[in-house]
């Protein structure tokens, strides 16, 4: 089938959240049918893909280049870790068949993971106008990871090159930068907080439509799993003080992590000073729904025998490059510092009724 298809259905369920403020907790049986229908038939229409991507030839630089960005990082660590190590590790890999015997080219191919056009909220704490960088950890702890994503044109299979990925996460123990929030780390009582940036940033994909960014594993808060926000902006322009801006946002999503992984890493610090419950995937408000048909979830190796040693993570991603959806934002990166700004409604929630340590829907 073609993508225009989906397009349209992904349009029309940008205004569920509207209808529904708080996002999928509200979503009735029959708008919760309709959006895993268009999961479905994306997925059904991008096994179309896999011949041309393996002609293409971007499979195998796929695979060259998480290899070698692997290799790189555990040299500059000073790592050592034998194949037969990495292979026997989990790495959400295990229904694919991965064996000792399994070649790299297989290990590291992109088309393990696929995400379609899941729209989600962007959620209140998304920040308006952040940097191009591919650096973000800054001053924070935890455990480092390189994220690898490629994004592919869901009509064309080919890569989109010059599209703005923006990334962020909250930190090691649940909190936010760039915002100040009662339902947010320390709240009003840390206001120095609206000008933070950390893992907090954006990158242009390059021609075989990938981009990284270095960051760390994120932490969690009350009522949502684990999880990285992303957008695509496309047709977006560099400015001079190294933000975004115009263009269309075709992609808003939220991608997850293996739930073993997160309670290992949860189980380290500083990830075990924070005392609030672990929301697990199966719980979250947006996971099942997305995994029902899609695969959501970073695949990942190890760096090293210990976690802290790091992670290398990687997921494609195919999207539909005309699609538009309204930002909705509550904080501004401006060239003064970072700003409250009345949020926007077109999609996701507005700010949660949870008391500290809380969040807001689809944050």
């Not at 995994?291 to 210990?306: S, W």
Request: glycine share 12%; hydrophobic share 35%; with cysteine.
């Amino acid at each position: 089938m073609r993508f225009a298809a989906i397009a349209t259905a992904a349009a029309g369920l940008s205004g569920l959240a509207v209808a529904h403020p708080g996002g999928h907790d509200a979503m009735t049986r029959a708008e919760l049918t309709v959006k895993r229908s268009m999961y479905e038939q994306a997925k059904r229409g991008l096994s179309a893909c896999s011949s041309k991507l393996d002609a293409s030839g971007l499979e195998r630089r796929a695979a060259e280049r998480r290899a070698n960005a692997v290799a790189e990082l555990r040299a500059k660590r000073k790592i050592k870790r034998d194949e037969a190590t990495v292979l026997a590790t989990d790495h959400n890999r295990t229904a694919d068949g991965i064996t000792e015997d399994t070649p790299v080219s297989e290990l590291f191919a992109s088309n393990g993971t696929c995400v379609i056009n899941p729209v989600s909220e962007f959620g209140p704490f998304w920040v308006k106008g952040e940097y191009v960088r591919t650096e973000l950890v800054e001053d924070q702890a935890g455990v480092p990871v390189l994220i690898d994503g490629q994004f592919l044109n869901a009509e064309t299979c080919e890569p989109i090159e010059g599209l703005y990925w923006d990334i962020w996460n909250c930190n090691s123990t649940g909190v936010y930068s760039g915002v100040v929030a009662s339902n947010n780390g320390a709240g009003t009582a840390d206001p120095g907080n609206i000008n933070s940036t950390w893992l907090r940033g954006i990158q242009q994909t390059d021609s075989d439509g990938v981009a990284q960014f270095s960051t760390l594993f994120p932490g969690h808060y009350s009522g949502r799993a684990t999880h990285t926000h992303v957008i695509a902006h496309i047709n977006a322009t560099q400015l001079e003080n190294g933000t975004v801006t115009g263009g269309n946002d075709a992609f808003v999503g939220h991608l997850f992590w293996d739930q073993q992984l997160i309670y290992d890493i949860e189980a380290l610090s500083p990830y075990n000073e924070n005392t609030i419950e672990i929301t697990t995937n199966a719980d979250d408000s947006i996971f099942p729904n997305e995994a029902a048909t899609i695969d959501p979830v970073f695949n990942y190796i190890q760096l090293g025998d210990d976690l802290e040693d790091g992670l290398f993570a990687w997921i494609t991603i195919a999207i539909n490059v005309t699609a538009s959806y309204s930002e909705s934002y509550s904080f501004e990166l401006t060239e003064g510092g970072g700003v409250a700004v009345e949020a926007g409604s077109d999609i996701g929630g507005g700010a949660g009724s949870g008391g500290p340590g809380a969040a807001p829907t689809g944050m």
